[in-house]
């Protein structure tokens, strides 16, 4: 398997060569802006977006919130999980970094001596903006563009083949969405149950929210009747 595109004239390497190759023609500083958003700085937009998903989802009525953060939970437990099934495949694919088969690449981030499929960084936002979508669309297509950003970078910096960016993609995705019914069956009652917890129930909805309308307009005619009863009770008294 170590021989999966890793020499020889094939789209695989003429597309490495063509994205890395912007590198050295961009100026330093460019270079070093996108090997530290590559490296660090897209993954921790993708984390703050979930948290802002978050923030948003408190606010919603106890029904929909528990959806939200049920699948704001699942998203990152997804990519922790996608990340682990991956340490196994790259030792099976043993794919060496392209730098280490390919001469005149410029590599803007050391110390990489792992293998090369699956790249960890398309795996793991990936799986965030997967898991993200499935919170909340709008957000989640956000989440999902910087995806693509990310696996663009690891490209750029020399440090993973376009398919290896490919299949973390895939491999995110597939974990995401194929484990979602059974990990949303197993977590819903979970955080249901701390929705109604006095002292938990802040991480699902904030303590500002007021009740739904619903309930409120089904308290009203009680409250009607109740106003009614006194006033009747007085005019018999007097």
Not at 91 to 119: M, N, W, Y
Request: glycine share 14%; charged share 20%; net charge positive.
């Amino acid at each position: 398997m170590a021989g999966l595109a890793t020499g020889g004239p094939n789209p695989d390497v003429r597309l490495l060569y063509d994205v890395n190759g912007l590198a050295k023609d961009a100026p330093g500083w460019l270079d070093r802006a996108v090997g530290l958003i590559g490296e660090y700085g897209l993954v921790l937009a993708l984390v703050l977006l979930v948290l802002w998903c978050w923030r948003g989802a408190r606010r919603q009525g106890e029904a929909e919130a528990v959806d939200t953060f049920t699948a704001l939970v699942w998203g990152p437990l997804a990519a922790g999980l996608a990340l682990l099934v991956n340490v196994p495949l790259r030792g099976f694919v043993g794919r060496p970094r392209p730098f280490r088969q390919h001469e005149g690449i410029e590599v803007l981030a050391g110390g990489k001596t792992d293998f090369s499929f699956v790249s960890d960084h398309a795996t793991l936002a990936m799986a965030l903006g997967v898991g993200l979508f499935v919170a909340n669309r709008r957000l989640g297509l956000v989440g999902i563009g910087l995806a693509l950003l990310e696996g663009f970078c690891r490209v750029y910096m020399g440090v993973h083949y376009p398919t290896d960016v490919v299949g973390g993609f895939a491999l995110g995705t597939a974990v995401v969405l194929l484990l979602a019914p059974l990990a949303l069956a197993l977590l819903t009652p979970v955080v249901r149950a701390v929705a109604r917890s006095p002292r938990a129930r802040w991480l699902v909805r904030s303590r500002s929210v007021r009740a739904p309308l619903a309930v409120e307009l089904s308290r009203a005619p009680q409250a009607a009747g109740d106003g009614v009863g006194v006033r009747g009770e007085r005019d018999l008294a007097a």
